[in-house]
């Protein structure tokens, strides 16, 4: 999700870009926090985020496609549990499970915590 727009110094006569300012800043879709998309902290072998895509079927028989992003498994959780009811979902794909102990908040045991913890009051 895009918290902040890019800020842009342009040309006052032609209007052309002379250079970006600010670049724009994308955050978490369920609590806003902002995201590195392009944090190389891992070698590009970790991502900083989690990416879910959702596959929707609209009324009208047109597919539809959401890519949501999010900064921790607890956050991917309470956002996808807005979907329980919903009957126009076809497909969730969620993102792989990391055993690397070193990336919070994207550790597999995470994952589990956050299933158990939320699942507990529905016994």
């Known amino acids: 999700m895009k918290i902040k727009d890019a800020v842009e110094d342009r040309c ?3 209007g052309s870009l002379r250079t970006t300012l600010e670049e724009e800043q994308y955050g978490c879709d ?3 926090k902002i995201i590195d998309l392009e944090d ?7 991502s900083p985020h989690l990416s879910v895509t959702v596959f929707l079927i609209d009324r009208d028989e047109t597919d539809r496609v959401d890519h949501l992003t999010f ?3 607890k956050c991917l959780y309470s956002k996808i549990r807005e979907y329980k009811h919903r009957t126009n979902i076809d497909f969730i794909s969620f993102p792989y499970l990391s055993f690397k102990r070193d990336i919070r ?3 597999c045991g995470d994952f589990f915590d956050c299933i158990k913890d939320n699942n507990a009051d529905s016994r």
């Open 30 to 32: 369920y609590c806003k």
């Open 40 to 46: 190389n902290k891992y070698g590009n072998k970790e």
């Open 71 to 73: 900064c921790s498994w």
């Open 105 to 107: 908040d994207k550790y």
């Open 12 to 14: 006052p006569t032609c």
